[in-house]
Nanobody, 116 residues
Framework: QVQLVESGGGLVQPGGSLRLSCAASGIIFSIYTMGWYRQAPGKQRELVATITMNGTPNYADSVKGRGTISRHNANNTVYLQMNSLKPEDTAVYYC??????????WGQGTQVTVSS
């Protein structure tokens, strides 16, 4: 059974930082592209960042320079460090595991709220 379990969300003030974690089980983690997506109320789910099995990152323009995705294959975990958070970063953040575009899994999501 595949599980992707996110953690690290919460309430943060504008300009603040947080680090999201996603622990994966039930997959051969090292061969998956891992990613973070988010969905704000009333909006479609959108890409935040991905990282390939070789460690190559890709970022949405909205988070370039503020976000860093990383992975630790030894403990099957992917991270998203977000800095200089803005109210428009408020969303549910979802972890994603993707292999070849057809073997795809999602976590349950973690809420991030940026507000003063």
């Amino acid at each position: 059974q595949v599980q992707l379990v996110e953690s690290g969300g919460g309430l943060v003030q504008p300009g603040g930082s947080l680090r999201l974690s996603c622990a994966a089980s039930g997959i051969i983690f090292s061969i998956y592209t891992m990613g973070w997506y988010r969905q704000a109320p009333g909006k479609q789910r959108e890409l935040v960042a991905t990282i390939t099995m070789n460690g190559t990152p890709n970022y949405a323009d909205s988070v370039k320079g503020r976000g860093t995705i990383s992975r630790h294959n030894a403990n099957n975990t992917v991270y998203l460090q977000m800095n200089s958070l803005k109210p428009e970063d408020t969303a549910v953040y979802y972890c994603n595991a993707n292999r070849a575009g057809w073997d795809v899994y999602w976590g349950q999501g973690t809420q991030v709220t940026v507000s003063s």
